[in-house]
């Protein structure tokens, strides 16, 4: 199953990949939200799989029993979920207000708020020539 | 000395307070401060005469072998007069020079900072110690050039002289440190005493040419000798004090002071006499292009720097010895003459000689002191500068193979020399009367008693060389040579052939500086000046200017200002980049592997792969988002298969809030329209098909490899006993990693903070706007 896993995150990973490295903006933040998702299907898949023994200590016991799956990937996911949610969002928000400042969703229209280069300084030349 | 740097430094902070106080009498009352280094150091002249030296020592950085080392030696003992005593008399000029200037007390508090870092670079011990003075002294070389910061000329001067000289830092940097790591030690005199070593080290040439370069940008060689007539932008007592008597000559000095450590070896002897020689004759000769009287000192100093370092590279005992001479009977003539230049300049109100003339009897004393320094520095006796000019004739003859190239150079360059004293000493000051800018009269007392002292102590050396041969110029030669030396001083050695070589170089720069006007008008001269003055300045100029084109390349390729572009780099040279080093460097091979797997599985890994493809295939934001949805809730399901039943909640909650609100969102806004050429969608394609691959290989890769549990094992066992929790993923979180937790709300509350004012202020915004 891991291999297969592994096969399919590929996958996961070439197709929001090739989403973020699109113009539109829309497609760009789905690319991000399935990046995410695959990221934490990663940490996963090395943590190994175990079927059917959630990690968790049994009622009469002190300490965790054997052949239990590994909490400590879990951890990291479960932080990890939130905080994609929270970066999600906030992309979300930036580019909304991106659209209504420029009614636009192209990131090659972007650049058009840059500051412009300033003229280049050289030197051995006399100032205002 | 460690007290005397520090009290150097400390005062200097303070000179604003004193010129608020001392007003006009500033320059007076602040040379206190340098007499009495002066006094200080001259408590020591008998000790330093008896061949002893003295080491103070406090540890700074332990561990990293940087103390605070000084050592006193004739070498550092000479250098450290020359800073406080000269320093003393620039000090009350610079009181008259910049009298009722704006910013005096500026001026000062720099002026004395420098002279605090100069003497570090002399006395320290330690090259690490030695490099930061060394900087020091470049920084404010740097701020006394720029003084006049309202000049352009003034600032790009500035920025030229620590470009050069920061440069040369840079690598002297490099130099000494391998040079520390090569002996085992940072500590200079220890260095010396293991000079075999180092001569012998493979990095020898890497520590030479390093070393070299530091001190030639310092010194100014040839061909970076251009900075230092650009310097002249300073005001006058800086040119006297940094770049004629002190600050140049750090280069010299550090050569010198490493001669008994890096010296006589073949590489060392035709880098340092070669480029010396050829700074000696062009500088000599660039002098008499011009008709700057500060510019034709520089171009003599550049001639004076060249000699000295040509000296130390031959680096017989005669020739250090002659090092040693040269070096004071330097300082002393040219800081007078500097000063001399500045009072016409402040009298006057022009240094250019073709405007000026007949001053003697407007300005007797500055007439007289003129004219004694420039016979020191003419080389006629019974001057020092005579004496030393002696000393490089006799060694230029004793060269072996190569003296007479080296004695023609040098007589070349003395006519050249002599024609440069007449011009500062005679062309202003006889001839006729000419109208000056300013209504010339004699400068006040502050200003000629600097270059009176300095010229008569080139007298009074000359005439009783023994007064400072023992302690200062011996035992330099000893500390230069690492060896004890012996050979003594006179100012007549009956008629030789450097005798004769004298008159006839007399004869010459006479005759040149008769013929001088048309002589400078002709092409052959004019084109000189525009060969080896102008030209590698701006050979400096464009490289600094093409290295502004490399950033602006540099700028245009890789700051595209596009968001894909970037992606597309940042994305290709990560995924190229991991792929070429996996490649390299792991055997890949197909992991075997037994597994169950359940029709239910499949089902599942299945319908991830479709949403996938539906995302990127898709042309509608709403099927995007389902797809996205897809993918989500598949994750969700594979947590719950194994064993991950928190994971699988969140994830659920978290999917259904995000469809929600990309839908809510997104499906309002209008798809942008883009169309990719078949080329870009190939491009991407690959780059991301090329990045999947390298997860799925990586993972394969890490799925061989033992896993390390002893974290999940730690947890396992203290999750009930000392958290008291059952479920370890929870106490993982709350308890054992709680302040990641509490990180993790504040990056939540944070990014609800920023979607408020992103959204609802320019909400706000527009509202106002509607009702005005």
């Known amino acids: ?129 | 000395m460690l007290t005397a740097i520090l009290v150097a430094f400390i005062i200097a902070f303070l000179a604003p307070l004193i010129v608020r106080v001392a007003k006009d009498y500033s320059g007076w009352v602040l040379s206190i401060l340098p007499a009495g280094l002066f006094t200080y150091f001259m408590i020591n002249y008998g000790e330093v005469g008896r061949g002893e030296t003295i080491r103070e020592t406090t540890v700074w950085l332990s561990g990293m072998d940087v103390e605070l080392a000084f050592l006193l030696d004739g070498l550092s003992l000479t250098f450290a007069l020359l800073i406080t005593g000269i320093g003393t008399l620039v000090t009350i000029y610079a009181g008259g020079y910049m009298k009722g200037h704006r910013y005096l007390d500026r001026f000062l508090l720099i002026l004395m900072l420098f002279m605090a870092s100069m003497l570090g670079v002399v006395l320290s011990d330690n090259l690490i110690g030695l490099f930061i003075f060394w900087e020091l002294t470049s920084v404010t070389s740097y701020l006394l050039i720029g003084f006049n910061n309202e000049k352009e000329e003034s600032r790009s001067s500035a920025l030229q002289a620590l470009l050069i000289t920061g440069l040369g830092g840079l690598a002297l940097l490099g130099g000494l440190v391998i040079m520390g790591l090569a002996a085992g030690t940072m500590n200079i005199s220890e260095i010396l005493n293991s000079g075999d070593i180092i001569r012998d080290h493979p990095y020898y040439m890497g520590i030479l040419i390093l070393v070299l370069m530091g001190a030639f940008t310092k010194s100014a060689q040839f061909p970076v000798h251009f900075w230092l007539p650009g310097a002249m932008a300073a005001p006058t007592p800086v040119s006297a004090y940094l770049h004629s008597a002190t600050m140049v000559k750090a280069g010299v000095y550090l050569l010198a002071r490493l001669n008994p450590a890096m010296g006589s070896t073949e590489a060392w002897f035709y880098l340092v006499t070669g480029f010396g020689a050829v700074t000696m004759l062009t500088g000599a000769w660039l002098a008499l292009v011009y008709t700057d009287l500060k510019r034709v000192l520089a171009y003599s100093t550049v001639m004076a720097l060249g000699t000295i370092t040509m000296l130390i590279g031959i680096g017989t005992d005669y020739a250090l010895k002659t090092a040693a001479v040269f070096i004071v009977a330097h300082s002393l003539y040219k800081g007078a003459l500097f000063m001399v230049a500045g009072s016409i300049d402040h009298e006057a109100g022009t240094r250019d000689v073709k405007l000026l003339g007949g001053l003697r009897k407007l300005m007797p004393v500055t007439a007289a002191t003129a004219a004694i320094a420039a016979l020191s520095m003419g080389g006629i006796p019974p001057m020092l500068g005579f004496i030393g000019k002696e000393l490089v004739y006799e060694t230029a003859l004793n060269a072996g193979t190569f003296s007479l190239v080296l004695i023609s150079m040098a007589v070349l360059a003395n006519i050249a020399v002599v024609a440069s004293s007449a011009i500062v000493a005679i062309t202003p000051f006889y001839g006729e009367e000419k109208k000056t800018p300013k209504h010339a009269h004699e400068a006040p007392a502050s200003m000629w008693l600097g270059p009176m002292i300095l010229g008569t102590m080139g007298l009074l050396l000359g005439v009783f060389p023994s007064l400072a041969d023992r302690s200062l110029f011996s035992a330099s030669t000893s500390a230069i040579s690492g060896v004890e030396t012996s050979y003594y001083l006179s100012l007549w050695h009956g008629i030789n052939l450097p005798l004769i070589l004298s008159i006839i170089t007399l004869a010459g720069g006479l005759t040149v500086f008769k013929f001088w006007n048309s002589l400078r008008e002709t092409k052959a001269m004019q084109g000189y000046g525009i060969a080896l003055g102008d030209t590698p300045k701006s050979i400096y100029e464009s490289l600094l200017n093409g290295t502004l084109k490399f950033a602006r390349f540099q700028i245009d390729v890789f700051q595209s200002g596009y968001l894909h572009r970037y992606m597309s780099t940042v994305i290709g040279v990560t995924v190229f980049g991991a792929a070429i080093t996996l490649f390299l460097r792991a055997d890949i091979v197909w992991p075997e592997y037994h597994d169950s797997v359940s029709f239910f599985e499949v089902t599942i890994l299945i319908l991830m792969i479709v949403a996938a493809v539906a995302a990127v295939v898709s042309k509608s934001a709403l099927k995007s988002i389902t797809a996205l949805g897809l993918i989500g809730f598949a994750i969700a399901l594979i947590y719950i298969q194994f064993s991950a039943p928190d994971l699988a909640i969140t994830q659920i909650l978290v999917e259904t809030l995000t469809v929600i609100l990309a839908a809510l969102v997104l499906v309002k806004l209008p798809i942008p329209d883009v169309v990719d050429s078949m080329g870009t969608k190939l491009r991407d394609g690959f780059i991301a098909l090329s990045g999947g691959a390298l997860v799925t290989v990586l993972m394969l890769i890490i799925l061989q490899g033992e896993l390390n549990l002893e974290l999940t094992e730690y947890f396992g066992e203290n999750s009930y006993v000392v958290a008291h929790g059952k479920n370890i993923v929870n106490v993982i979180l709350v308890d054992f990693r709680a302040f990641d937790t509490l990180g993790e709300i504040i990056v939540l509350g944070v990014a609800a903070f920023g979607i408020i004012s992103l959204i609802k202020l320019y909400m706000n915004d527009k509202k106002e706007e509607q009702q005005p």
Request: glycine share 8%; charged share 15%.
């Open chain 1, 1 to 129: 199953m891991e291999i297969l896993l592994a096969i399919t995150v590929g996958i996961l990973f070439s197709a929001s990949l090739y989403l973020i490295l699109k113009r539109s903006l829309i497609r760009v933040i789905i690319g991000i939200l399935i990046l995410s998702n695959a990221v934490n299907l990663v940490i996963f898949t090395m943590g190994r799989l175990t079927r059917g023994a959630p990690p968790l200590i049994e009622p009469d016991a002190y300490t965790a029993g054997a052949g239990i799956a590994n909490a400590l990937p879990q951890a990291l996911i479960l932080t990890a979920i939130v905080i994609g949610f929270g970066l999600f969002a906030f992309t979300l928000a930036i580019i909304y207000r991106y659209y209504l400042t420029t009614k636009n969703l192209r990131s090659d229209a972007m650049n058009d708020s840059e500051t412009p280069v300033p003229h280049p300084f050289s030197f051995g030349k006399k100032e205002g020539k």
